[in-house]
């Protein structure tokens, strides 16, 4: 395999599991998982078996280290970066995980079938995305989410304006954790 002069290897290990990932420039967090990531990862509520997403995920180092942890979950990823998604298709192609990880070019939910419900949704939005990401995951998602579905998302800044957002329409949003400024919002939707 010829490596591009752009391939850029993140390794790092997350609760046992070693991620060794192809990232580029131009990519969130290209040489390293960021603290937000780990934060993430370290503290994940996995469903035992199901449907989950990660939303803008980059070169996919949150839904791989989720196929990995429980192989009984299906994965979507979803980011609108066409570099994001090709890293990303690398990544879940080298770990074998093709069978049950999909990777799609999607702006959040936008190019999903209608009918794709998922029991958790994790993100780690890059603060270039800014409030217009977190405005369209959290007017989104509900209707994306399963009953007594999850979402849980890393937040540098603003915790108190996401916890808001979502608030709109989950009945739990709240912080879970905070470690060196970042903070882990879990949001819930409870049974109908």
Known sequence: MRRHKETI????????IPL??????????????DLGTKVLLENLILPE???VADVGCGYGPIGIYVALKNPNLKVYMLDIDERAVYYSIKNVKKYGLQDRVNVIRSDVF????KDVKF????SNPPLKAGKKFI??????????LADD???????????????NLFKEKFELAEVYKRVKG???????KKLS
Do not use: M
């Open 9 to 16: 290897f993140v390794n790092d290990v997350v609760n046992g």
């Open 110 to 113: 936008d190019n999903l079938p």
């Open 20 to 33: 060794s990932l192809e990232s580029s420039y131009g990519l969130f967090s290209k040489n390293e998982l």
């Open 182 to 188: 970042y903070s882990l919002i879990i949001i819930r």
């Open 49 to 51: 078996k199901g449907v």
């Open 135 to 144: 405005q369209k995951l959290a007017s989104s998602s509900y209707d994306k």
């Open 149 to 163: 579905g999850l979402i849980e998302l890393v937040v540098y800044k603003g915790e108190e304006n996401v916890i």
């Open 119 to 122: 029991d958790a949704i994790f």
